[in-house]
């Protein structure tokens, strides 16, 4: 049987390292390898049918705090999540658990444990760690923040970093007019009327989940 996962890390070395040993230990599983948010959207957008599972890195380029994990449980409600994080602490575990991941790993953990998670969850005989309130407990912000398509999301991480509507065309590839469809989509589905207040919005999503117990 094949599987296929993503690996999102925005540390070239670790990336290569996590990514080949878990090819050599299971030769059965491809793996997809993002260094930032706006390429790991696209790899789920891509083979979001045939995924099997996401081990991510929360702290990347093109996202802030665990509004990008939230977003993406918004969007993939049945994929198991792995938070892969430097900072191993309860306090990080539970918020990470609460905004929709599947497990936690510390970056420190040796090899052959994240090895052994993988197998497990691929094969159906992993216990998710129980979270309080998985998803459920989310503010107005993250609530609006969560209708977002993947597109109009890569779209405005850009936009609350403060980028112009050209640079955002060309970091993505597309033109600017396509842009300027998707800020307004945005905008509207948000509620607000301006970029400011869209990115306000952003920075209000981010820190709530930093300031749960």
Same mark, same amino acid.
Request: charged share 20%; net charge negative.
């Given at each position: 049987?094949?599987? @296929?996962?993503?690996?999102?890390?925005?540390?070239?070395?670790?990336?290569?390292?996590? $990514?080949?040993?878990?090819?050599?230990?299971?030769?059965?599983?491809?793996?997809?390898?993002?260094?930032?948010?706006?390429?790991?959207?696209?790899?789920?957008?891509?083979?979001?049918?045939?995924?099997?599972?996401?081990?991510? %890195?929360? #702290?990347?380029?093109?996202?802030?705090?665990?509004?990008? !994990?939230?977003? *993406?449980?918004?969007?993939?409600?049945?994929?198991? *999540?792995?938070?892969?994080?430097?900072?191993?602490?309860?306090?990080?575990? @539970?918020?990470?658990? #609460?905004?929709?991941?599947?497990?936690?790993?510390? /970056?420190?953990?040796?090899?052959?444990?994240?090895?052994?998670?993988?197998?497990? !969850?691929?094969?159906?005989?992993? @216990?998710?760690?129980?979270?309080?309130?998985?998803?459920?407990?989310?503010?107005? $912000?993250?609530?609006? *923040?969560?209708?977002?398509?993947?597109?109009?999301?890569?779209?405005?991480?850009?936009?609350?970093?403060?980028?112009?509507?050209?640079?955002?065309?060309?970091?993505?590839?597309?033109?600017?007019?396509?842009? /300027?469809?998707?800020?307004?989509?945005?905008?509207? /589905?948000?509620?607000? %009327?301006?970029?400011?207040?869209?990115?306000?919005?952003?920075?209000?999503? $981010?820190?709530?989940?930093?300031? /749960?117990?």
């Amino acid at each position: 049987m094949a599987f @296929q996962i993503v690996l999102a890390e925005d540390h070239p070395i670790f990336l290569d390292a996590l $990514a080949g040993a878990i090819s050599e230990a299971i030769p059965a599983v491809q793996v997809f390898k993002a260094a930032d948010y706006l390429r790991l959207f696209e790899l789920l957008e891509e083979h979001c049918e045939q995924l099997d599972m996401l081990l991510m %890195d929360l #702290s990347m380029p093109g996202s802030s705090g665990l509004s990008g !994990l939230h977003f *993406i449980r918004s969007r993939f409600k049945e994929l198991p *999540i792995v938070v892969l994080s430097g900072h191993d602490d309860l306090a990080m575990r @539970q918020q990470c658990l #609460s905004a929709g991941a599947s497990a936690f790993l510390s /970056k420190s953990a040796d090899y052959r444990d994240v090895i052994k998670l993988i197998n497990q !969850l691929l094969h159906g005989d992993y @216990q998710f760690q129980a979270a309080p309130s998985v998803v459920a407990e989310v503010n107005s $912000a993250q609530k609006l *923040i969560a209708r977002l398509t993947p597109g109009q999301y890569k779209v405005f991480q850009l936009l609350a970093e403060g980028y112009s509507n050209k640079h955002i065309a060309n970091k993505l590839g597309v033109a600017e007019k396509t842009v /300027k469809v998707h800020v307004s989509a945005i905008l509207e /589905k948000l509620q607000v %009327d301006n970029r400011t207040q869209a990115a306000c919005l952003m920075t209000e999503a $981010a820190a709530s989940w930093l300031n /749960k117990p």
